[in-house]
């Protein structure tokens, strides 16, 4: 089956730093990738689509100059988090989709700024 | 917009059956998937509707009716490893969009 892959899969960082999370597609080419946040026991919100080769669509309310998305290649997908903040931990999940009915869930990061 | 309603939390005994809802309203709808998701975890997929019925895969179905907005997963001969969160997600043409999800707690 298709193998999203995430890295790093865990990161603590002090406050103000950047974090660079890496999401890559490891058997297929994935044209759309997705990027999720899940806050504890809630829902996974979107919060962007990242289409390779062009500029990534942000969800309402998604600070596009914090969280910095590049899709360079079919197989690699990037979310770089910009002077994070504690309020900014959670866990980050990317997806990789195939078509409309089905997508491939990377194992997440968990982000935590102290 | 879109807008998903599952229930928050259902509690079953092992062996039982469980059916966990979800009603929907969205535009351009494609169809209706199911996730499993154990605490920790990424979600996994576990269905797709993209008609209108059931979907059978092993110990689980989920139906959907476009026409009511709804669909449902229906666990089977449940087993203390399907405890977890469960969330349906309604998919456009560009995007899926999660429900708040549904825990599940088995009882033996």
């Known amino acids: 089956g298709a193998v999203v892959s995430q890295h790093p899969s865990w990161v603590i960082c002090k406050s103000g730093t950047s974090v660079k999370i890496e999401c890559r597609s490891l058997?297929?080419?994935?044209?759309?990738m997705f990027w999720y946040r899940q806050f504890p026991k809630q829902s996974l919100m979107l919060m962007a689509t990242s289409n390779e080769g062009s500029k990534a669509t942000y969800e309402q309310g998604v600070e596009k100059d914090k969280f910095l998305i590049n899709h360079a290649s079919l197989t690699l997908s990037t979310l770089t988090v910009t002077s994070a903040h504690p309020e900014d931990s959670s866990f980050y999940i990317c997806?990789?989709?195939?078509?409309?009915?089905?997508?491939?869930f990377g194992p997440g990061t968990r982000l935590t700024v102290l | 917009g879109q807008s998903l309603e599952q229930p928050s939390e259902v509690t079953a005994v092992e062996g039982a059956i469980v059916q966990i809802n979800c009603t929907y309203q969205?535009?351009?709808?494609?169809?209706l998937s199911w996730y499993q998701q154990h605490d920790g975890g990424a979600p996994t997929f576990l269905s797709y509707?993209?008609?209108?019925g059931l979907e059978e895969t092993g110990r689980f179905s989920s139906f959907l009716s476009r026409s009511d907005s709804y669909g449902y997963l229906l666990l089977q001969e449940l087993q203390m490893k399907d405890s977890a969160s469960y969330f349906c997600a309604v998919s456009s043409a560009s995007k899926i969009i999660f429900g708040s999800g549904t825990r599940l707690s088995i009882r033996p």
């Open positions: 509707n993209g008609l209108d």
């Open positions: 969205t535009s351009g709808f494609y169809g």
């Open positions: 997806s990789a989709s195939l078509g409309v009915d089905t997508q491939y």
């Open positions: 058997d297929f080419q994935a044209t759309t």
